[in-house]
């Protein structure tokens, strides 16, 4: 018996004539949606970087190359991984996960140290995060091992100890933003397997104790626990905390008022006057959101996530229709992965979310990000592939 949320239905092949046109193999919207939003993440980048605009001051143009770059690398990517066999990726596997746990554990000596956190390798101007590619690393791993009619306790210990050995290594760091969609990607594959409920309700009660005491540990920073505890307290509260909780308030604020600047329709394009005088730190990443908000105001960044839902959608109507249990499980990880990430980024700018520093998908500025997006969906689209696979996939 399964647990309940658990996929019960297997969708039968289609037939092999069915399969003639070169769109019965993709999915259009999802393609469409994905191209869209980054779309406009470039343009956002652009607008959150470009300068003044003035003859001292000339349009700077180096972001938005290079993110146009990470997108069509990243793009390459995806093509690559949706033709992968169910066979490949399970071989890999080993030699992946065993990357993963090296380039995580190299940072900790190797990595560069930003304010008290090693989370990335820098060489020749260029910055990469391990752990990023590591969340679909992650999926994968938990995908094949929890692909199974029942997971019974043994086989719920190897895939929490698979994912706790990286989980580990972060906390080292210590990168608090990652740590959770590593959770999340975890508690959603978990929920959506075969794990008996008593299971998942033990394990609930151990992630709320496991996070309580990392709040009494040493193991956060203080401006870490300083941000996650921003968006929960009052204004006498954060000064008696000292400076850097006033900065980390004072980095909502600015982001709060750009979005409140907006309005109904925006300031216009390249218009934002929080924009342009950078005074919302780190516009061009983790507070993208911000920038939509204030340039193209309640509707353009309605639009924004608007155009998530319906990739999410379209990633879960992937996973309802998958033919079997690997595919629907890597599936749910990346939906899981993508829908956290979108909520905590764009609820972290309006303050409704503590500030964690996690990218917005295919939006915010940066290679790693968006490399690990358009693989996570090139595996999704892997998934949707498959259903018209009538080779052997074993």
Do not use: C
């Not at 070169?22 to 869209?36: E, R, S, Y």
């Amino acid at each position: 018996m399964t647990a309940p949320g658990t996929f019960t239905s297997r969708p039968p092949r289609l037939a092999a004539e069915d399969d003639q046109r070169w769109w019965f193999v993709l999915d259009p919207v999802l393609i469409a949606t994905v191209l869209l939003i980054t779309a406009m993440g470039a343009v956002l980048v652009f607008s959150a970087t470009r300068g003044s605009a003035t003859p001292l001051e000339p349009v700077d143009y180096s972001f938005l190359e290079r993110q146009a770059a990470f997108a069509v690398l990243g793009l390459l990517g995806a093509v690559l991984v949706a033709h992968l066999s169910v066979r490949s990726l399970r071989a890999s596997l080993p030699a992946a996960y065993v990357g993963l746990l090296l380039v995580l554990g190299g940072l900790l000596a190797f990595g560069e140290n930003v304010r008290g956190i090693r989370a990335w390798y820098s060489f020749a101007g260029f910055s990469f995060q391990p752990s990023e590619p590591g969340k679909v690393v992650l999926i994968v791993v938990l995908a094949a091992v929890l692909s199974v009619e029942e997971v019974r306790a043994k086989r719920l210990l190897r895939a929490l100890g698979l994912a706790g050995l990286p989980v580990l290594l972060i906390l080292r760091q210590p990168d608090v933003g990652t740590i959770l969609v590593y959770v999340v990607i975890v508690a959603a594959m978990i929920a959506m397997s075969g794990v008996k409920l008593r299971f998942i309700a033990g394990l609930a009660v151990i992630a709320v104790a496991g996070v309580a005491v990392l709040f009494q540990s040493d193991v956060l920073a203080e401006f870490q626990e300083h941000r996650l505890q921003v968006f929960i307290l009052d204004q006498d509260e954060l000064i008696a905390l000292g400076p850097e909780a006033a900065r980390a308030a004072f980095n909502v604020e600015q982001s709060q008022i750009a979005i409140g600047n907006g309005g109904l329709s925006g300031r216009g394009l390249f218009q934002g006057t929080q924009t342009r005088s950078n005074l919302v730190p780190e516009q061009q990443t983790d507070f993208i959101f911000s920038v939509a908000g204030e340039e193209l105001g309640f509707r353009g960044a309605g639009l924004l996530l608007g155009l998530y839902a319906l990739m999410l959608f379209r990633i879960w109507r992937i996973a309802v229709r998958a033919t079997d249990s690997f595919d629907r499980l890597l599936t749910v990880g990346v939906m899981a992965m993508f829908l956290f990430q979108v909520f905590q980024s764009a609820g972290m700018t309006m303050g409704m979310m503590p500030v964690t520093g996690i990218p917005l998908p295919l939006v915010s500025y940066g290679g790693s990000s968006m490399l690990t997006s358009m693989v996570a969906l090139g595996l999704v689209m892997g998934v949707y592939r498959r259903r018209f696979d009538f080779a052997d996939r074993s």
